[in-house]
């Protein structure tokens, strides 16, 4: 279908970015690779008077060393995610997490920084970077301000970002080496979303799990930390047994919605099984 | 999807049954609802919904089809159509008050059904979202009937009140004690006042300008959005130099001296924004501009001031008006769709059949004349 009508600016610089999109008001909406958004357009669920395309800001692409954190610019597409020697070195689980996202012609257009914006709780990325710790630098007309990754997301589809604010960059802080990880994925289909989505960080020393961060996917309206699971492996030893005992809480506190795919119950099943597994990966046990 | 949800008020089942059936004060419980005209037990109105980028909004009647004043149920059932597209919303809301001392249960149960688009997109999203919204309708209805008994015991009888209210009380009351749900604000806004302690349209008043900004995530749109609503209700912010009295031991740090001329400013701009809402009627939320635009019309029934408002109403309005209304909005389908084939085609086919139609009658005449001739002969 064809969109509604709607203006389009193609700023070349963040400041004009977000004087458009202020001056836009609540009808406006920022585009960058478009594939979350324009399919909305195109079903016409969305009718935004205003669109502003980011596409043109080079200043917004890209991965950056900062010392003991990456600054990924929000344009940076999927594709660039995947194959950057830096995020690759740094923090493997965005890589790994970033390559299950649909399919290759939409890795190539769409951004970490669109698809963390649209926070669609089905979507990979919003639980990878809640379990990496990343901080979100969101510009608007009042100036810059950092949004941590836990109260980024607010809802369903509904971000903290306020109208008239950018995402312009995610920082992740870099992990060492002694970090394994895995983003385990359940669909039914290769491009398909998740039915339900594991990204699994663990530390390890002497044989025992020192830390571990979980963060779940489409468990709920918004990305959420299986926080019982992560009390439980801590200090545990690193073996098959221990750790998919302390995955059995990964259904704590979680509300999964219902669709076609599956009922409330089977999601909260494959989350346990899930998180055994990513668990176990990322221990490497 | 079935929903349910229940709730205890501090009130007699009598007060809250009669709460209950005042539509006009229900209807703004409902996030997004703004009522078109309300007709005896038929209600006419819209709701819009906003999830993220996306913006539905559903246009029907709702109709109070069971009122048993002794069981205490009341059903109310509604259905609506996209105004923007071909879906459609359907709910069967089921209320029952049950006594309990002078409090009263009330139990929530909700048959809802969303179809077409919104339904297929989004994996079953729809119906959380819907389920989400009645679980507000119902908070928002607690906290209504909860502010019953002050409001109304403020005109009546004072006995009831709980100390300290009484200097607060005036005409405003019942849309001070009113949750700040209903204003219908971004869900990050809401969150962030929710998390400041700030739960009703009074507690907002009761704050300035500044102390509402230092909340972190209330930003300027924020703001503005915030006054504007204030100002459909006749409410406003707390002027800049008069802190709130309880309220404000927790924000006195934030709240930096302000001069003079910053608060005569504030003032200065409110007025201004209190005139904007009005724009808002043809799209935005703007429920409590709605349900002062709707109370008026349903007051002199003047139907054809509420119309411009409302593009894509379906149910029939009165006989009249049909015409005029349904021209502008492009192609409709005429009533009878059947066409009249002669109109159309009446000509070409009397022309193609004239040949025959002649030697029809040609044939005719030979069989008549040879008839007369045998007839003569015999």
Not at chain 2, 306 to 325: F, K, L, N, S, W
Request: hydrophobic residues 45%; negative net charge; glycine residues 10%.
């Amino acid at each position: 279908m064809i969109p509604a009508k709607f203006d389009y600016v193609r700023p070349s610089s963040v400041g004009d970015a977000v004087s458009a999109l202020a001056g836009g008001g609540e009808d406006a909406k920022v585009i960058a690779g478009g594939q979350s958004l324009m399919p909305l357009l195109r079903l016409r669920l969305a009718y935004p008077e205003l669109l502003v395309d980011i596409g043109g800001l080079d200043e917004l692409n890209g991965v950056t060393d900062g010392g003991d954190h990456l600054l990924i610019g929000a344009r940076t597409t999927h594709y660039q995610v995947v194959h950057d020697p830096l995020i690759a070195e740094y923090c493997g689980l965005l890589a790994e997490a970033t390559g299950t996202v649909a399919d290759p012609a939409v890795r190539h257009r769409g951004t970490i920084g669109g698809s963390l914006a649209h926070a669609d709780p089905a979507g990979d990325l919003p639980a990878v970077i809640l379990a990496l710790d990343a901080t979100l630098i969101a510009v608007g007309p009042a100036g810059s301000r950092e949004i941590r990754a836990g109260e980024f997301f607010v809802d369903y589809l509904t971000t903290a970002l306020e109208p008239g604010e950018i995402l312009t960059g995610i920082r992740v802080p870099k992990l060492g080496t002694d970090w394994g990880y895995r983003y385990e994925k359940f669909h039914r289909t290769a491009q398909a979303w998740a039915i339900v989505g594991v990204a699994a960080l663990v530390r390890r020393s002497d044989g025992h799990v020192a830390e571990a961060r979980v963060g779940l996917t489409n468990m709920g309206s918004v990305p959420i930390r299986a926080a019982a699971v992560e009390t439980a492996a801590a200090g545990a030893l690193a073996s098959s047994e221990t750790l998919r005992e302390a995955a059995s809480g990964a259904a704590e506190g979680t509300q999964p919605p219902a669709d076609l795919h599956g009922a409330p119950d089977y999601r909260r099943h494959l989350a346990r099984v899930l998180t055994g597994r990513a668990l176990e990966a990322a221990a490497g046990v | 999807m079935e929903l349910e949800h229940s709730f205890s008020v501090p009130v007699p089942a009598e007060r809250a049954w009669d709460v209950l059936l005042d539509v006009e004060r229900v209807a703004p419980c409902m996030p997004g609802a703004t009522l078109d005209s309300v007709e005896g037990d038929s209600i006419a109105g819209r709701i819009k919904v906003k999830v993220g980028p996306i913006s539905m909004t559903y246009a029907g009647t709702a109709k109070f089809t069971e009122r048993d004043r002794d069981a205490g149920v009341v059903t109310l059932e509604a259905s609506g159509k996209e105004t923007r597209g071909a879906g459609t919303a359907s709910a069967s809301v089921r209320s029952q008050l049950t006594p309990e001392g002078d409090h009263t249960m009330v139990t929530v149960h909700t048959t809802l059904n969303v179809t077409g688009k919104p339904a297929q997109f989004g994996r079953g999203v729809m119906t959380e979202v819907g389920g989400k919204l009645i679980g507000i309708f119902a908070n928002n209805l607690a906290a209504m009937l909860a502010a019953e008994p002050a409001a109304e015991a403020g005109i009546s009888e004072e006995e009831e009140l709980p100390g300290g209210n009484v200097v607060a009380l005036s005409d405003t009351t019942s849309d001070e004690a009113l949750p700040i749900d209903v204003l219908n604000l971004s869900s990050r806004a809401w969150s962030s006042l929710r998390q400041d302690g700030i739960q009703t349209l009074g507690d907002l008043t009761r704050r300035t300008d500044q102390q509402l900004l230092a909340i972190d995530g209330v930003g300027r749109a924020s703001l503005a959005d915030i006054k504007a609503k204030l100002a459909d209700r006749g409410l406003a912010l707390a002027a800049a130099e008069a802190p709130g009295p309880a309220e404000a031991p927790g924000l006195s740090e934030t709240t930096a001296p302000v001069t003079p001329e910053a608060a005569s400013a504030e003032e200065a701009v409110q007025p201004a924004e209190a005139g904007e809402p009005t724009a808002d009627l043809n799209g935005a939320a703007a429920s409590a501009a709605g349900r002062h635009a709707a109370a008026e019309a349903a007051a002199d029934e003047d139907l054809a001031e509420v119309t411009p408002i409302r593009p894509a109403r379906h149910e029939t309005p009165p006989a009249a008006q049909v015409p005029v209304q349904r021209e502008p909005s492009g192609w409709q389908p005429p009533d009878n769709d059947a066409i009249d084939l002669l109109d159309v085609a009446g000509l070409p086919v009397l022309k193609r059949a004239a040949p025959a139609a002649a030697a029809l009658i040609a044939v005719l005449l030979v069989i008549f004349g040879l008839r007369r001739r045998r007839a003569r002969r015999g």
